[in-house]
């Protein structure tokens, strides 16, 4: 396990006995009791701010689900200011960015992990578009190509303060979870995201407290 990869806090993974990763289990558990009757495959993490946590919380529920045996597809779409190459400690010369502007498809682009059963697609460069790239038919047919291959897709959001990709991506998901940090998310920054999200086609499954950032 690397210094960055415990510092950011994969504790599903790391520490998969202590009481914080029992509560990202608990998480994957409510999520697929809330899905059970519709078949969601694509969960998109989301947050009204940046900071929040929702990239550790995304890797999280990834690895939880992939321990339970699930095939699982973690998607990197904050293309602004990803981190999942991070803490995974993979290679970004090439992922999302560089699949949906025609240079690559899933195959090419999804990585292995060291955790069985848990690919990652990074976001890779940053593009001068990411909105454009992100709204496209080249990313929902990557979607349709990941719910055939994958049991679950987690897909790693950008806040939604930041600009409009986290609704973009939410709203081609089968359902979102909104993660707020404990003492720092105001509650109308809260509501606001909720309401930005339920004016589209987004299902909200839930909302996660958390206490760490990023």
């Given at each position: 396990?690397?210094?960055?990869?415990?510092?950011?806090?994969?504790?599903?993974?790391?520490?998969?006995?202590?009481?914080?990763?029992?509560?990202?289990?608990?998480?994957?558990?409510?999520?697929?009791?809330?899905?059970?009757?519709?078949?969601?495959?694509?969960?998109?993490?989301?947050?009204?701010?940046?900071?929040?946590?929702?990239?550790?919380?995304?890797?999280?529920?990834?690895?939880?689900?992939?321990?339970?045996?699930?095939?699982?597809l973690l998607?990197?779409?904050?293309?602004?200011?990803?981190?999942?190459?991070?803490?995974?400690?993979?290679?970004?010369?090439?992922?999302?960015?560089?699949?949906?502007?025609?240079?690559?498809?899933?195959?090419?682009?999804?990585?292995?992990?060291?955790?069985a059963n848990?690919?990652?697609?990074?976001?890779?460069?940053?593009?001068?578009?990411?909105?454009?790239?992100?709204?496209?038919?080249?990313?929902?047919?990557?979607?349709?190509?990941?719910?055939?291959?994958?049991?679950?897709?987690?897909v790693d959001?950008?806040?939604?303060?930041?600009?409009?990709?986290?609704?973009?991506?939410?709203?081609?998901?089968?359902?979102?979870?909104?993660?707020?940090?404990?003492?720092?998310?105001?509650?109308?920054?809260?509501?606001?995201?909720?309401?930005?999200?339920?004016?589209?086609?987004?299902?909200?499954?839930?909302?996660?407290?958390?206490?760490?950032?990023?």
């Amino acid at each position: 396990m690397s210094r960055w990869m415990r510092k950011r806090g994969l504790i599903a993974a790391s520490n998969p006995n202590s009481e914080v990763a029992d509560r990202y289990r608990r998480l994957k558990t409510g999520i697929e009791w809330t899905c059970r009757d519709v078949g969601m495959k694509t969960i998109a993490i989301a947050s009204a701010l940046p900071g929040e946590g929702k990239s550790t919380t995304s890797s999280n529920i990834a690895v939880a689900y992939a321990k339970a045996g699930r095939r699982v597809l973690l998607l990197d779409t904050d293309l602004r200011s990803p981190a999942q190459h991070q803490i995974f400690e993979l290679p970004n010369e090439a992922g999302l960015s560089t699949a949906l502007a025609g240079r690559g498809g899933l195959d090419e682009v999804a990585h292995k992990t060291a955790y069985a059963n848990l690919q990652v697609v990074c976001a890779g460069p940053p593009p001068p578009n990411p909105s454009e790239l992100l709204d496209s038919e080249a990313m929902n047919a990557l979607l349709e190509a990941a719910k055939a291959r994958f049991d679950i897709v987690i897909v790693d959001t950008t806040s939604m303060a930041a600009a409009s990709d986290a609704m973009i991506v939410a709203d081609k998901c089968d359902g979102a979870v909104l993660v707020i940090r404990r003492g720092k998310t105001k509650m109308d920054a809260v509501l606001k995201a909720k309401e930005t999200l339920s004016s589209g086609r987004v299902r909200i499954l839930g909302a996660v407290f958390n206490r760490r950032g990023r």
